[in-house]
């Protein structure tokens, strides 16, 4: 017997003829609905931003790698295997087709063939696990009300149908052959063939088993192909493609698009389901409904309306069947979106670094608020933080002069330009709360006592634009962002140094894609580096143990992680034992304050700050350290309410206390 | 020289304006530097003649009442007609006139029939040298002073209540006029079809004089019922901190914060509230302050006109037993006139 | 139904220029704003017009050129046209004002006319008195919520008085009202509807008027402008409270409570009486 592959083994010829047409039915109707499926997409009229640059990282890392899938366990590690298992098997096929169709003979005979067989086995073996495992799961952890139960366990028996099936004719094909035994390299096979043997089935009755199950096996994956646009079999198609056309993950959080020429449009923002782009209802189909962006979100987690989740399934459903986008009673209509959910989200990003398929629910969410503000549509408390915006560039409405003169004991418009190194961005904060204005004196206490030469913009400074931008007003922030370029021109060889990590993700992210280069430093960054240089000294010993909260602008949006907690652990003279939350680092949880939440205040369910501060409690710190000043209040009211004795505490005061 | 009217307006419960027993005595100012006689000005129809006799407390020698049926409720046109018509008749140089709803829509309305200049809310007025009045008031949203002078006689002002304040009674023998005038039905195109008083339990906080607002120093459900209690004794509105809607004791529309109601009351009295940014960003401009607080350091107490370190729990059933005792004296008092 | 809305631009230009505005440099406090009641009021004709059929809302307003930008922004809101008095003064006085605006509004077919209480720079509260006199229409103001009756020819407006007070108010149209608030918060205007391309230009009037002989038809005068300087308030106090030393300390103080006080400490007795006393001097007991 030749080690080869035998194509069709005892298929008759009838049978072969309804499988061609199958396949070209099966085939017409996947090629039917990835088409229709593109001209739906295409009616969006938005501009699409396709990032081509790092696509072999994106192919290697992220869809074969399954870096970030997997980081949910064990869910990941089960979806790794049916991916290789299914990616194997569909390498298999091809195989098996160019050596079919293409080369005709020669390509899978002797080691080629036991090589090929043993791995066409082995994937299929993975491929069985995962989505037995899967199925399993399903099954016993899934919750009924879920709606999307009855398709995940419909497709779910389709494919392990697919992979018993095939195992199952193989081995009728293998016992049917007489068991040669270069044929135990296809091991599931050889094996079953075994069992099959010992129990002593006629040959004839082996060619009619094989050919019923190969039929059935033919059936059931021509039909699975067939059905892909329309199930969630899709996301193999359009999630690979998505992460190939996404920013890469690591900087899927900078890179959020800007909008020009807005005097000449009429319209801004996603309103209506076809102002959004083609990519972002491309984001809505490749979606797989993983839910991990719902288990990060600290508006979901607290009982908000809001899911990321819902946003993309939500663009997906208008764009799909032509819904209205929006619904809420100032936009009158009924849309899929309510605009409440719209409004719940504190931009924290977590979605979009939990996202395994590189969707972005925060840029849709963006794009919406941007419809939704240009339009007037905005909850009244929200409004009066523009208006005071537009007439006195900060979102509290105090006179401009608030923002410096507490600071005129620092004496710092004496030092002529020439000699200043460092421009403090000061932010509106101080204007408004006298907490804010302690962290920002504590780190002018600091650079003057490590002898740095630095002075503010005073009245030259307005609003960077963090609000306006997150709550949607586009032209706003546009607005205010050249008018502090005109004044920051002249210091654009100097350091600007900031204590707020929304004012340095603004000035050193988003200014750019307006056209200026800063050179932003946080003051975590900036201390360390002071730290390191030994120029802060301090006498008294004090020994506490302090729990880091990771702010969001400065963790996951601009991935700053390991130098505030570095001057908490060598603040010279202190011996501050740093904690940790068990949601740290990229997977913080937000303190409530960003997205413009301070003037959005959602009412339902817990507040934000509180959960956090409950996670904090935990872990029984003296200290709550922080490294921005919305994280601060929000953990200081947090903080108060529950009557706790525990400090808050930015990492600038940690160094000046004494 | 004319006479100087001060115009006093009733309110339908029988009470008389704040602002117009504040002009009273500046009124009599004026008339004496002009070398001229004060006239209080009162419209109405079946006026309660006690409160007339109030007006005589204030110093007023003279007074002119027009009783008309058409004066019974307050109407543009028909009083606007009225004032005409006296104004014609009696040429008075300077008006005052309370900076009420009521007031103002009369003087503007008055203004522009007689074609002389008139300047609303003001908060002080000085005679110059001229005999003519400088009108003061603040413009641009409190930030400056402005001084105004108008074209024409009478010169016609609206006071805002509370800038002048009460002087202390004097008592003088008032002469009362009983005018007629004429109003012309017809030109009286507007009518009043129902009053609806303001229950301070259920006005909105920032229509509100007076408000009651507890915070976190406010504990449990027992003393946040002696607040309800205590801002009803004081006619005033309950209202909260953030702390308090958080626990559950107030609602949402009670508020006061910059995530919810900003104020304006003529009195706001903070109960066990620390003062956070956020309230007070709600309530700094509300004109007299009084903050309760264990805290004598609580940020809110730099701001509060009268400062208080004590306990909520012990003040609240004191306060509102002293509160009564009051105003039973006050009632006995009343009576006895 | 006709429905006139007059509307007063507020900005760098008109406002008084006492306080120095130190964000000059920029696009910041650049932006003309409406007159906020103002704002109310043409709100308040867009709700009638969601109400009614067949209602045109045209926004009237007197101002220097710029003051364009605010009827664009109007008719981006959804007024149905706009007509500009284009005069370079902006230190006109109500009557002046009011004149002018009443001239354009005879020549044409109006049922209702609004407009804001005051106007948030002078306060002067008499626009809309004046007006209604010139045109010889009733009047209702400090109007809150508003509601056409059945024939059209018949307003019930509900008139804020203090305390929370409201008092119902019927008139026939045609007639002036001034809107002190409206019962949905008046909609955003986004910076984006601010700059976008103006496309609607016919349904912008634009008419000049003689500034000069405008403005010899005001009847108030400013005489000059400065920093606050607030009266000092007179108070008495119940003297049977008064030890001998608080009267002294109350005369020499000239009756002022300054801030700068001293924490009340003490049993709750006496803070109570403290309390009451205050409140008794500050006329705040009823």
Request: aromatic content about 6%; overall charge neutral; charged content about 20%.
């Amino acid at each position: 017997m030749r080690v080869a592959y035998e194509e069709f083994w005892q298929i008759p010829q009838w049978t072969q003829q309804i499988f061609y047409v199958a396949a070209a039915v099966s085939s017409l109707s996947l090629v039917i609905g990835i088409v229709s499926q593109i001209l739906k997409w295409q009616k969006c009229r938005g501009s699409s931003v396709w990032q081509w640059s790092g696509l072999l990282e994106k192919f290697l890392v992220y869809i074969v790698g399954h870096k970030k899938i997997r980081r949910k366990k064990p869910e990941g590690i089960i979806h790794a295997l049916m991916f290789l298992g299914f990616t194997g098997l569909f390498i298999a096929t091809s195989i098996l087709a160019v050596e079919t169709y293409v080369i005709k003979s020669g390509l899978l005979e002797n080691w080629r063939y036991l090589t090929f067989s043993f791995f066409a086995d082995i994937v299929g073996i993975v491929f069985l696990t995962g989505t037995c495992i899967a199925l399993y799961r399903r099954l016993k952890y899934g919750k009924k009300e879920d709606e999307l139960r009855p398709e995940a366990i419909t497709v779910l028996s389709v494919l392990i149908v697919i992979g018993l099936t095939g195992f199952l004719a193989e081995s009728l094909r293998i016992a049917g052959m007489g068991l040669p035994l270069h044929e135990s390299w296809s091991v599931m096979g050889y094996l079953i063939a075994l069992v099959i043997g010992a129990a002593h089935v006629a040959p004839g009755q082996l060619e009619s088993g094989h050919l019923v199950l190969w039929g059935t096996h033919a059936f059931f994956s021509l039909g699975m192909i067939a059905v892909i646009p329309y199930t969630k079999l899709f996301h193999m198609v359009v999630s690979p493609a998505n992460i190939l056309l996404s920013p890469l993950p690591e900087q899927a959080l900078t890179v959020l698009p800007l909008m020009k020429n807005l005097e000449q449009q009429q319209e801004i923002g996603a309103y209506h389901a076809v102002d959004i782009a083609w990519k972002d209802a491309m984001e809505g189909n490749a979606c797989t409904n993983c839910r991990r962006c719902e288990e990060h979100c600290p508006a979901f987690l607290t009982g908000k309306s809001l899911s990321p989740r819902t946003i993309l399934q939500g663009l997906r459903t208008a764009v799909n069947s032509g819904n209205d986008l929006l619904n809420g009673q100032l936009v009158n209509s009924d849309g899929v979106i309510a605009i409440d959910a719209v409004w719940s989200c504190t931009t924290c990003g977590s979605c979009v670094e939990q996202c395994p398929v590189s969707d972005s629910p925060l840029k849709q969410i963006m794009s919406l608020r941007v419809g939704l503000t240009s339009r007037g549509y905005v909850p009244a408390i929200a409004a009066k933080a523009l208006e005071g915006l537009q007439s006195v560039g900060n979102p509290w409405e105090f006179e401009p002069v608030k923002r410096y003169d507490w600071a005129n004991k620092f004496r710092l418009q004496d030092i002529p330009d020439e000699e200043i190194e460092v421009i403090y961005w000061l932010g509106c904060g101080v204007g408004y709360d006298n907490r804010i204005q302690e962290i920002a004196a504590a780190t002018m206490g600091i650079l003057t006592k490590a002898g740095v030469k630095y002075k503010t913009l005073a009245d030259l400074e307005v609003c960077c634009g963090d609000p306006a931008r997150r709550m949607g007003e586009e032209a706003l922030f546009q607005s205010l962002a050249r008018q502090n370029q005109q004044n920051l021109a002249k210091y654009s060889n100097k350091v600007i140094l900031t204590h707020c990590p929304h004012c340095y993700h603004v000035l050193k992210n988003e200014y750019a894609l307006l056209g200026l280069e800063i050179n932003v430093v946080h003051h975590s960054q900036f201390i360390m580096e002071l730290i390191d240089d030994n120029k802060v000294c301090l006498q008294e010993p004090w020994e506490q143990k302090v729990i880091y909260h990771d702010p969001c602008y400065l963790g996951r949006h601009n991935k700053e992680y390991s130098n505030p907690r570095q001057v908490i652990e060598s603040a010279p003279n202190h011996k501050l034992t740093l904690l940790e939350f068990e949601e740290n680092g990229d997977g913080s949880f937000c303190c409530g304050a960003g997205g413009g939440q301070l003037w959005l205040e959602s009412e339902m369910g817990e507040r934000i700050n509180y959960h956090r501060f409950d996670q904090a409690e935990e872990k029984q710190p003296d200290v709550i350290a922080t490294a921005c000043p919305y994280c601060k209040i929000m953990m200081e009211t947090a903080c108060s309410f529950r009557g706790s004795k525990i400090k808050v505490k930015d990492i600038s005061e940690l160094l000046e206390i004494s | 020289m004319g006479e100087v009217w001060v115009y006093v307006e009733a309110l339908n419960s029988g009470d008389i304006e704040l602002v117009s027993l504040e002009l009273l005595e500046e009124g009599i100012k004026i008339a004496n530097s002009l070398g001229s006689n004060m006239y209080a000005v009162v419209f109405g129809h079946k006026i309660n003649h006690e409160n007339i006799g109030r007006i005589s407390q204030y110093g007023v020698e003279r007074a002119l009442v027009l009783d008309l049926p058409e004066l019974a409720e307050y109407t543009t046109e028909a009083y606007c007609q009225a004032m005409v018509q006296l104004v014609q008749s009696r040429q008075p140089s300077i008006i005052m006139i309370g900076a009420t709803p009521d007031g103002s829509d009369l003087a503007a309305r008055v203004a522009a029939v007689l074609k002389v200049g008139m300047v609303s809310d003001c908060t002080d007025f000085k005679l110059d040298p001229q005999g003519r009045l400088k009108m003061i008031k603040p413009v641009d949203g409190g930030r400056a002073q402005a001084t105004f002078e108008t074209k024409g006689t009478p010169q016609i002002i609206t006071v805002k209540e509370n800038s002048i304040g009460l002087g202390r009674p004097t008592y003088k023998y008032m002469n009362i006029e009983h005018l007629e005038v004429k109003i012309n039905q017809s030109k009286v195109r507007t009518r009043v079809i129902e009053l609806l008083k303001g229950d301070p339990r259920t006005i909105d906080l920032e229509e509100a004089e007076k408000i009651l607002s507890g915070g976190h120093g406010v504990v449990g459900s027992d003393q946040w019922e002696q607040m309800q209690q205590l801002a009803d004794a004081l006619g005033a509105t309950l209202a909260g901190s953030r702390m308090a809607m958080d626990c559950g004791n107030i609602p949402r529309e009670r508020l006061v914060g910059q995530t919810g109601k900003t104020v304006r009351p003529k009195l706001y009295i903070a109960m066990g509230i620390s003062g956070a940014s956020q309230h007070i960003g709600g309530m700094k401009e509300s004109e007299k302050i009084i903050a309760v607080n264990m805290d004598p350091l609580a940020p809110i107490m730099k701001m509060a006109d009268l400062q208080i370190q004590a306990d909520v729990a012990e003040l609240l059933p004191v306060l509102a037993a002293e509160l009564e005792l009051r105003k039973g004296n006050i009632e006995t008092v009343k009576g006895a006139f | 139904m006709r429905i006139f809305v007059c509307v007063k631009p507020l900005g760098a230009k008109a406002a008084p220029e006492i306080t120095k505005n130190s964000v000059a440099q920029g696009v910041v406090g650049q932006f003309l704003t409406i007159n906020p009641p103002d704002r109310s009021a043409l709100e308040q004709a867009l709700l009638l017009k969601r109400q009614l059929d067949n209602v045109e809302v045209i926004v009237i307003s007197l101002g220097p050129s710029n003051a364009r930008e605010i009827l664009e922004i109007c008719i981006k809101m959804g007024a149905d046209k706009a007509v500009h008095l284009e005069c370079e003064d902006t230190k006109l006085d109500a009557y002046a004002v009011a004149k002018e605006l009443s001239k354009k509004i005879k020549q044409e077919i109006f049922d209702l006319v609004l407009c804001g209480s005051t106007s948030v720079d002078w306060n002067g509260f008499q626009l809309a008195g004046i007006l209604a006199h010139l045109l010889d229409v009733p009047q209702i103001t400090s109007v809150s919520e508003m509601e056409m009756q059945k024939s059209n020819r018949i307003l019930h407006a509900s008139r804020k008085l203090k305390r929370g007070a409201r008092q119902i108010v019927e008139c026939n149209l045609p007639a002036v009202l001034a809107v002190e608030s409206v019962i949905q918060a008046p909609r955003y205007i986004s910076v984006h509807t601010r700059i976008k391309q103006f496309l609607s230009e016919p349904l912008l009037e634009t008419v000049g008027v003689d500034c000069q002989a405008i403005s010899s038809e005001s009847l108030v005068e400013l005489v000059e402008i400065g920093p606050r300087r607030p009266r000092t308030k007179k108070t008495i106090v119940p003297e049977q409270n008064m030890s001998f030393q608080d009267k002294m300390k109350f005369i020499k103080s000239g009756g002022v409570s300054s801030k700068k006080n001293d924490v009340l400490k003490g049993n709750v007795s006496d803070i109570s009486h403290s309390i009451l006393d205050y409140l008794e001097k500050e006329n705040l007991l009823k």
